[in-house]
């Protein structure tokens, strides 16, 4: 059958709308675009352009897959974080623009003096919240822990993919446990969602993001209590932490890092004004 590019994406864009998704005309151009190694404008600067077979197939499945709710990064492979480019996968969460936030906080510390040669982040999945910094912070080092030996391989891959693997190690891990190192830096983003409310998350996170990149516990702060109660010994004096935590965690984050004596505790909003990210001090 003879589509063109214009066709080709209206139809596809309706098949999305009807799967319940939001953004559907955008998807279904990234997903066309990707296939065709182009960028979006193609549609705009040859909306006639006929699509050939092999692409019409290729389209039809990857319409498929995004209508039975797969994450469009799963199917494109990628995603885009802090303007890099991260492999991505049913292995690893799926990168989000409000951990963007924990980024800009560490960089901030560091104008304002805070010492960032070492990094350590626990639960590193992708790799995409060190190896930003470590994209930033040219003099330091790092290195990512992981419980999933699949995430590690994936970070590994992004680490070379970005010629950052000089100065990024990954390790599979229960968190603190086999680090001797001291980090003047250790950055978090854990599993932060209560058990209870997993069956109410949308089907792209339920169904393919993996359960243990999600579930914290009853409340959700199983892996802050952890986290908080070991690291101080692999933390060197005046080191910081930042997590990035829930809607509605900062609170009781803070409360945590208070109790176990973290002192300058401060929270950081993200760009809907809600506040993503706790930082403190050793
Ligand atoms: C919310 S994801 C964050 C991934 C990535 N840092 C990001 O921000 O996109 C949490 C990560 O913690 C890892 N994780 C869960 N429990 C862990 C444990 N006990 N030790 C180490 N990593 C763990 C998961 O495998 C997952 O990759």
């Not at 994209?135 to 070379?160: F, P």
């Not at 409360?255 to 002192?263: G, H, M, N, P, Q």
Request: some cysteine; proline content about 4%.
């Amino acid at each position: 059958m003879v589509q063109t590019l214009q066709k080709a994406v209206s139809e596809a864009a309706l098949i999305l709308s009807e799967a319940g998704i939001d953004g559907a005309r955008r998807d279904a151009s990234l997903l066309l675009a990707n296939i065709l190694d182009a960028d979006t404008s193609i549609f705009h600067l040859e909306p006639e352009r006929v699509l050939n077979d092999t692409h019409h197939v290729m389209f039809q499945l990857a319409i498929e897959r995004r209508a039975s709710r797969e994450p469009i990064s799963h199917i494109l492979g990628h995603r885009e974080f802090w303007s890099l480019n991260f492999l991505v996968g049913p292995q690893v969460l799926d990168p989000r623009p409000d951990s963007e936030t924990l980024i800009e906080t560490a960089l901030s510390a560091q104008k304002s003096g805070q010492e960032i040669t070492s990094i350590l982040d626990l639960g590193t999945g992708s790799g995409c919240l060190l190896l930003s910094l470590l994209s930033e912070v040219e003099t330091a080092r790092g290195l990512g822990v992981d419980q999933s030996l699949a995430a590690i391989e994936i970070a590994e891959q992004n680490a070379k993919r970005l010629s950052l693997d000089d100065r990024a190690t990954f390790l599979q891990g229960n968190w603190c446990d086999s680090i001797e190192d001291k980090f003047d830096l250790v950055i978090s983003n854990p599993p932060y969602i209560p058990i209870d409310d997993i069956e109410s998350l949308q089907p792209e996170v339920k169904n393919f993001e993996p359960l243990a990149a999600l579930v914290g516990g009853a409340d959700g702060l199983d892996c802050y209590r952890e986290i908080i109660s070991r690291v101080k010994p692999i933390m060197k004096p005046n080191g910081m932490i930042i997590f990035e935590v829930g809607a509605g965690q900062a609170q009781e984050v803070s409360e945590l890092l208070e109790k176990a004596d973290f002192s300058v505790i401060s929270c950081h909003k993200d760009l809907a004004s809600i506040e993503r990210c706790i930082s403190a001090y050793f």
